[in-house]
């Protein structure tokens, strides 16, 4: 069921956003906005309310340039640069994401963007160049309700825990460089195990198949165990929606509350994909009231 959502303009005039959830657990497309708007800035707070309730919001048959994506991204915050872009990019901002005959995807498994900074990212604006005829859609899952589902006493257990998350894992093999090169810019990271959202106060589990190597404090077999155990969560279906790009779509998604999984299964068509992302805060863990 759609709702609206009011923005107000500089002139005072009230407009309003149709929102179209994607399921009962996360995700909304959102109509009735053009995001290369001169005065997108007039949205924003709509937009940051929208993604707050939902957890990633979606955009249709966008017209975004390299330059008003960066811009739009910037109303949220600082960027990142990524360590895999190209040096001489004409817009360090922005990573490009591109798969085909030669290259088969390689996002196919449940990650939180970044999780290997100290300030790993707010979130990632995320725009469709050129994709598959059938295929490469992105699924997304609420770690707040994966939280939720755990039992009581795990819950407990694991809000004491925190967790190592190292670049190495995916980007030593993809960057070709050893792992003490990386380390020696980006040093693996801890971070608590469950992550409270810093503007909802949502408890969430903030581990990753990606760039989560180990749990502090545990042996290495309960580690692997429990690390098992949690990156099972993001794969309940209930706690999930699943999107179908087109050319010129776009999603906005919050690293801090859910994890994404970039289905590789079209290869070897090709999929082109520009993603800028939006710096956070350090991840920290607050006792629910």
Known sequence: MATKLERTAADG???TLTIR???????????DIDLSAANIGESIPALRQALLAHGVIFFRDQTLTE?????????????EIHPATPKD???????????GPKSRGQENSWHSDVTWRDKPSLGSILRAVEVPEVGGDTLFANMHLAYENLSPKMREF????????DIAR?????LGKAPEDLHEKYPPMSHPVIRTHPETGKQTIYVNTA???????????????????????????EIQCRFRWQKG????????LCQHFAASDYYPARRVMERVTIAGDKPFYRKSA
């Open 170 to 174: 995916v980007f030593a093999g993809r």
């Open 89 to 99: 990019q004409e817009n360090p901002e922005i990573l490009r994401i591109a798969h």
């Open 158 to 165: 694991c809000e004491g825990l925190t967790a190592v998350h």
């Open 13 to 15: 005039l009230v407009d």
């Open 211 to 237: 760039f989560t190597s180990h749990i502090e404090g545990l042996s290495a077999k309960e580690s692997r165990w429990l690390l098992d155990h949690l990156f099972a969560t993001a794969s309940n279906p």
């Open 67 to 79: 330059e008003q994506h960066i811009a739009l991204a910037r109303h949220f915050g600082d960027l």
């Open 21 to 31: 959830p994607m399921t009962p657990a996360i995700g909304a497309e959102i109509f």
């Open 249 to 256: 779509s776009v999603a906005f998604w919050d690293n801090r």
